[in-house]
């Protein structure tokens, strides 16, 4: 079947949108087209075994077993339907039409059944009759010949994919968050696979491919394709898991009318509540996960995860902050991978889209630097790839790909690629939403974006190695320990004089402690009528302290609190000032404490030597708070510095301006 036919068919479902019109909005056209093509579908493909399971029904009718698994064998797919009713026989009987649709569809498999339920069909076909649609909706998909040996499993799936994109387009206000823009998921989908070729053009391989947070199903259907295209007879099992119900009904119907199992798409939270099975392990795992969507709901489940499981579960390496739960759907991904045997055989490759924030975010000793610290002295993180802002359709920002594997071939080993595709891109004709770039695929006249990239990812070590290469610039490698770093605190003196002043005095009487002495009024008096007010030391600011105290008939106070909140009140900070001490050691000043990323390896005492002591030779670093920390400063390795332009370049233009605007002006006042 060739694509025109594809979108004939495609065309004829989503002209039910004409009737629509008026009683429907254009965002909601697919919560009716979508469940009537997917109900047409298992109907046409149900229609050869309808005799023996109706037969089967009668068997098993008064028998007191569980006849699924008969049921399902006499339909001879993963799903059945057990009325005698169809589409054209409902359309027959005007009076009884709702309620016949609503018995028909009551009476498929529960499979079947929850997915038409997720759309909530039963609402959408009561709102059709009350609007009289019903009949005429029914009509058009009664029409619409979606048998197998017409439209096979593989097309079916391209008419359904063309049914979900016009969906999205009509409410791509909201599409970004359940649906990615297709050359995305091309471009990914070949990252994630290609390096896999030769192993993927074995006969009768299996590989199996899992998206945890798969909305329409987009990116499994993409990698379906990408297997099937390299080698036909190569089996693919696809898995997911999504929260929308309305997404999961698109995607589980999608694997229905291609004939996969839609078993294997589970609902629900992907933290909380897994859906595979504990310890299932994947092939290929890919994910366009929310961007900074928050995970306070599953917060006590995570935590209790990571505190009580550890290592032993999926969040052991650390936690993100509570506002963005991207790296904990990376993290859940990474525990699914498949395990490398001693032969180098098995293992799995990841590719997930991030904003740029889980490349940075978080200091040294974060959850989210040491997740990040996790992954790189685990030498899985295989490259990082820039792209092209305002790709998706609700958000403008930049995002990247992360490409991840624990099977690294021998040129990636110890190492990360970083690529900028940055510049690849065009211009749509037609905004969606916030997506107003595209990447060209090569067809139809438009540049091969995807194909560019992927080739330059393939030959990324090479090109990097290549100063003399045209896209040298473009691509850079560095070994994994270049993103860590050491988290230094640089500590100086505190330095001091002390002098009692107005305003020394004033901090010295709003001193809870001074406050609760008893003699406190008289220390105040005893200090105002001192003739010198100032010394270099404490020793000498205590003894004349005290003389004063003394000479006015009070006494000293005794105790550390006391003699602290004094300190605090009338020392005054002064770099030639005299060095505090605790128990024999220069005490830190809080207020001049610094704090300095050294890279990983590098001896913090001769950085320290190098850097600091030239401007600060007093300076110390307290190795007690020295922290580790990993980020990727993907922007500051690729930076180019534009200088500004001339001035006189500048000056010219600004006078070219002056003359129009004058010009402009004399014609007014003419």
């Avoid at 004829?12 to 019109?21: K, T, Y």
């Avoid at 791509?172 to 070729?197: Q, S, Y």
């Avoid at 928050?294 to 935590?303: D, G, I, N």
């Avoid at 400063?633 to 301006?657: G, Q, S």
Wanted: proline share 5%.
């Amino acid at each position: 079947m060739n694509s025109s036919k594809h979108t004939e068919l495609a065309n004829h479902a989503w002209s039910v949108a004409d009737l629509l019109r008026g009683d429907y909005k254009q965002s909601d056209y697919g919560k009716v087209i979508l469940p009537f093509t997917v109900l047409r579908r298992l109907e046409c493909v149900l229609e050869p075994t309808r005799q023996k399971v109706a037969e089967t029904v009668a068997k098993y009718k008064d028998q007191e077993i569980d006849a699924d698994h008969f049921l399902r064998r006499a339909s001879g797919h993963s799903f059945y339907n057990k009325s005698a009713l169809t589409l054209k026989t409902i359309a027959g009987d005007p009076h009884g039409m709702a309620a016949n649709l609503q018995l028909y569809v009551g009476s498929f498999s529960d499979n079947a059944r929850e997915v038409l339920e997720q759309y909530e069909f039963a609402q959408q076909v009561k709102r059709l009759d009350n609007a009289d649609l019903l009949y005429k909706v029914i009509g058009k998909f009664t029409d619409l010949d979606l048998r197998p040996e017409v439209v096979p499993n593989h097309n079916m799936g391209y008419i359904f994919e063309e049914l979900i994109r016009r969906f999205a387009e009509q409410s791509n206000e909201t599409a970004g968050e359940h649906f990615t823009p297709r050359e995305v998921i091309k471009l990914m989908v070949n990252l994630l696979i290609a390096p896999d070729g030769d192993a993927l053009s074995v006969p009768g391989v299996v590989r199996t491919v899992m998206d945890p947070a798969c909305g329409t199903g987009g990116m499994l259907s993409a990698a379906e394709d990408h297997i099937t295209a390299h080698n036909p007879d190569a089996t693919v099992e696809v898995y997911g898991q999504e929260l929308n119900p309305e997404s999961w009904a698109i995607c589980r119907s999608d694997l229905m009318i291609k004939g996969q199992d839609p078993e294997n798409i589970a609902f629900g939270n992907s933290f909380s509540n897994p859906g595979q099975e504990k310890g299932a392990k994947f092939d290929y795992l890919l994910a366009n996960p929310p961007f900074g969507v928050e995970w306070k709901k599953v917060r006590s489940e995570v935590e209790y995860e990571h505190e009580n499981l550890g290592d032993a579960g999926r969040f052991g390496a650390g936690l993100p902050r509570i506002n963005d739960g991207s790296l904990l759907f990376l993290q859940h991904m990474i525990s699914m991978m498949k395990p490398v045997d001693v032969n180098g055989k098995g293992g799995s490759r990841i590719a997930i889209v991030f904003n740029g924030s889980p490349l940075f975010t978080g200091a040294a000793g974060s959850g989210e630097s040491e997740i990040r610290r996790w992954i790189l002295e685990n030498d899985w993180l295989e490259a990082i790839v820039a792209l092209p802002d305002q790709l998706f359709y609700n958000t403008g920002i930049s995002t990247y790909f992360w490409i991840l594997t624990n099977r690294k071939d021998d040129q990636h080993k110890g190492k990360v690629v970083l690529l900028d595709a940055r510049d690849q891109w065009q211009k749509m004709r037609k905004s969606l939403g916030d997506k107003r770039k595209m990447l060209g695929d090569g067809e139809g006249g438009t540049p091969d974006h995807i194909g560019d990239i992927t080739r330059l990812y393939g030959d990324a070590v090479s090109v990097a190695a290549n100063a003399d290469h045209p896209l040298h610039g473009k691509v850079k490698v560095f070994d994994n320990s270049a993103f860590g770093y050491q988290r230094i605190t640089v500590e100086r003196p505190l330095k001091l004089r002390f002098e009692v002043t107005e305003e020394t005095l004033a901090a010295l009487e709003a001193s809870k402690v001074i406050q609760k002495l008893p003699n406190a009024s008289m220390l105040f008096d005893a200090f105002e009528s001192m003739d010198v007010r100032s010394w270099a030391t404490k020793s000498e600011a205590w003894v004349a302290l005290k003389d004063a105290a003394v000479a006015a008939g009070t006494t000293w106070p005794t105790g550390a609190p006391f003699n602290k909140a004094l300190r605090d009140a009338i020392g005054v900070r002064d770099p030639e000032g005299e060095v505090q001490k605790i128990k024999g050691q220069a005490e830190p000043d809080g207020e001049l404490r610094d704090y300095e990323n050294v890279p990983l390896g590098e001896d913090i005492e001769e950085y320290l030597k190098r850097e600091v002591h030239p401007h600060v030779p007093d300076a110390w670093i307290d190795h007690g708070k020295t922290k580790m920390g990993y980020e990727i400063p993907f922007t500051r390795h690729f930076y180019v510095y534009e200088p500004p332009r001339p001035l006189a370049e500048i000056d010219a233009e600004l006078k070219m301006l002056e003359s129009e605007i004058q010009a402009l002006l004399n014609e007014v006042v003419k």
